[in-house]
């Protein structure tokens, strides 16, 4: 089983992941910009708080701290919402960002990142991944 960090946690595609590796039985730290926000997801989900906003160095420096000093990670989800209007090619979910207008549900968004997630550790690591498989960048 892995220790698993998933940026922007509380809720979307970050809340479908976290919720399908705990049950797995993974450890997960459930990252969000504030307490609260972290808080209520890892209770709800039964995984580890962590107040995370990767805009502000300060803050990513304490999240890698306090992971660290409780053994580390093995996956990185880096999930964590973006502003501005993406221009999403192929399939996309229907989250916050785009106003829940997709092509696929939250549960068929996050399989691909669950898949990659629950890789082993010889890989393959470093890459972007679709409902079809490793995608180009």
């Not at 306090?66 to 053994?71: A, M, N, T």
């Not at 890989?123 to 972007?128: D, E, I, N, Q, S």
């Amino acid at each position: 089983m892995t220790t698993t960090l998933i940026t922007g946690a509380n809720k979307g595609l970050g809340f479908e992941t976290a919720r399908r590796l705990t049950a797995a039985g993974h450890t997960v730290y459930a990252a969000a910009r504030t307490p609260e926000k972290a808080g209520r997801a890892a209770r709800e989900l039964g995984a580890r708080p962590l107040v995370l906003d990767v805009t502000d160095e300060a803050s990513v420096a304490a999240a890698a701290a306090r992971v660290e000093e409780q053994g580390g990670l093995d996956v990185l989800v880096n999930n964590a919402g973006i502003s501005g209007h993406p221009r999403p090619a192929g399939a996309f979910t229907a989250a916050d960002l785009n106003g829940h207008h997709g092509s696929q549900t939250v549960e068929e968004g996050a399989e691909a990142i669950v898949r990659a997630a629950l890789l082993s550790t010889e890989g393959p690591t470093g890459t972007f991944s679709d409902a079809a498989g490793v995608s180009p960048w």
